[in-house]
């Protein structure tokens, strides 16, 4: 496995969880990161993105609307973890999540992703 998420479950609405996304074969820090979910009959969407970070540790950021001000990405290099920090979820939220990058995007948020990881169920329901 090069990419591997984790970190799904079940959670009631309003809840929280955090995935992770890391790597045995690769330095996540090299590359732009992407999570994306998809729900059963419904298109892949995008969730986020975070770029690689510059010399000051800072690195942007990029959200879907439906998720803006609940989900939060962050990595850590440290760990070789890219994160996505979930709260306030609802049961819209509920898919399969995958983290994904594409390694030749020089570290800016890809417009396409060639290297995925396997997925991680998320559920919300009371």
């Known amino acids: 496995v090069q990419l591997q998420a984790s970190g799904g479950g079940l959670v009631q609405p309003g809840g929280s969880l955090r995935l992770s996304c890391t790597s045995s074969g690769y330095t996540l820090d090299y590359y732009g990161m992407g999570w994306f979910r998809q729900a059963p009959g419904k298109e892949r969407e995008e969730v986020s993105c975070?770029?690689?970070?510059?010399?000051?540790?800072?690195?942007?950021?990029t959200y879907a609307d439906s998720v803006k001000g609940r989900f939060t990405i962050s990595r850590d290099a440290a760990t070789n973890t890219v994160y996505l920090q979930m709260d306030s979820l609802k049961p819209e939220d509920t898919a399969v999540y995958y983290c994904a990058t594409d390694r030749t995007s020089g570290g800016q948020c890809p417009t396409r992703y060639e290297l995925w990881g396997q997925g991680t169920q998320v559920t919300v329901s009371s």
């Open positions: 975070a770029s690689t970070s510059d010399d000051t540790g800072f690195y942007s950021t």
